[in-house]
Nanobody, 120 residues
Framework: QVHLVESGGGLVQAGGSLRLSCASS????????MAWFRQAPGKEREFVGS????????YYADSVKGRFAISRDNAKTTLYLQMNSLLSEDTAVYYC?????????????WGHGTQVTVSS
C-alpha cells in the first residue's frame, strides 16, 4: 500500500508555469512506476505522462509533450510535474498515481488531486 498526496496547484495565467509535487509514503516509492493524470470539468480523467522506476525514462500525452516534464526524487519519495506554457485547456484537477507497468499500465493507487486553474 502507498499513500499519495499532491500539492502545488493554484491559479496561474496562460503562458505561465507551475510545479506540482506528489509525496508518497508507505511501500518504497521507487518500487512503483509513477504517473500524472488530470480531469477537467465535465470530462473523463486523462493520462498526462509517466516515469519509470529509476526516473531515467518519461512518456507524455501528445497534448502536453514539450510543455510538461515529469521527474522524481526517490530519496525524497516525491514525484514532480513541471508545467510550462500553460493553456486554459490545462485547467483540471491533477492526480498522481502508481502504474502497474511503464509507460501506460493500469493505475493502482491514486492521490486525491490538486486543482490547477489557468486564466486566459
Amino acid at each position: 500500500q502507498v499513500h499519495l498526496v499532491e500539492s502545488g496547484g493554484g491559479l496561474v495565467q496562460a503562458g505561465g508555469s507551475l510545479r506540482l509535487s506528489c509525496a508518497s509514503s508507505g511501500r518504497t516509492s521507487s518500487y512503483y512506476v509513477m504517473a500524472w493524470f488530470r480531469q477537467a470539468p465535465g470530462k473523463e480523467r486523462e493520462f498526462v505522462g509517466s516515469i519509470n522506476r529509476l526516473g531515467s525514462s518519461t512518456y507524455y500525452a501528445d497534448s502536453v509533450k514539450g510543455r510538461f516534464a515529469i521527474s522524481r526524487d526517490n530519496a525524497k519519495t516525491t514525484l514532480y510535474l513541471q508545467m510550462n506554457s500553460l493553456l486554459s485547456e490545462d485547467t483540471a484537477v491533477y492526480y498522481c498515481a502508481t502504474l502497474r507497468e511503464y509507460p501506460r499500465g493500469a493505475p493502482q493507487y491514486w492521490g486525491h488531486g490538486t486543482q490547477v486553474t489557468v486564466s486566459s
